[in-house]
């Protein structure tokens, strides 16, 4: 998903250093780990009806970047560009959607983050949280 480079979504709000290098105002992608209803506090599997009842807890993509990331979480010295290309988004976003379909809904929050099989895909993690009627999808 994406969060569109609007007046809302301001990268510098959450890390200053990018307001000082110049990448204070930029589209943020990432990978959506969870979905909370904002009424129950609840984990969702899914969201359904009006998106601003929900608040979602997305992984940023710089978690898998060389200029901020790993090499175990960016595929090495040498990972692709587009960060969907990268095998270790690929088998997150996989075991993400298998965990959801399986009713084990994890969050940063709530706990599981930290559990595998995420431990052992991923080494440390950047997440943002945003209203789900600010994102659009990514193809």
């Not at 979905?35 to 129950?40: D, H, N, P, Q, S």
């Not at 996989?94 to 431990?119: C, D, H, I, Q, Y």
Request: charged content about 30%; hydrophobic content about 35%; some cysteine.
């Amino acid at each position: 998903m994406r969060i569109p480079a609007e007046e809302r979504n301001l990268i510098g709000r959450y890390d200053p250093r990018a307001a000082q290098d110049g990448r204070g105002r930029e589209a943020i992608e990432g990978v959506v780990c969870s979905v909370r209803e904002i009424k129950t506090g609840k984990l969702a599997p899914k969201t359904s009806g009006d998106l601003s009842d929900y608040v979602l807890e997305v992984l940023h993509s710089q978690t898998f970047r060389l200029h901020y990331g790993s090499d175990r979480n960016t595929g090495g010295p040498r990972g692709p560009e587009d960060v969907r290309e990268n095998p270790v988004w690929q088998r997150l976003r996989a075991a993400l959607r298998e965990m959801t379909a399986g009713k084990k809904l994890v969050s940063v929050s709530a706990g599981g983050m930290s559990e595998e099989p995420l431990r052992s895909l991923l080494d440390g993690w950047r997440v943002v949280k945003v209203k789900a009627q600010h994102v659009e999808a990514m193809t």
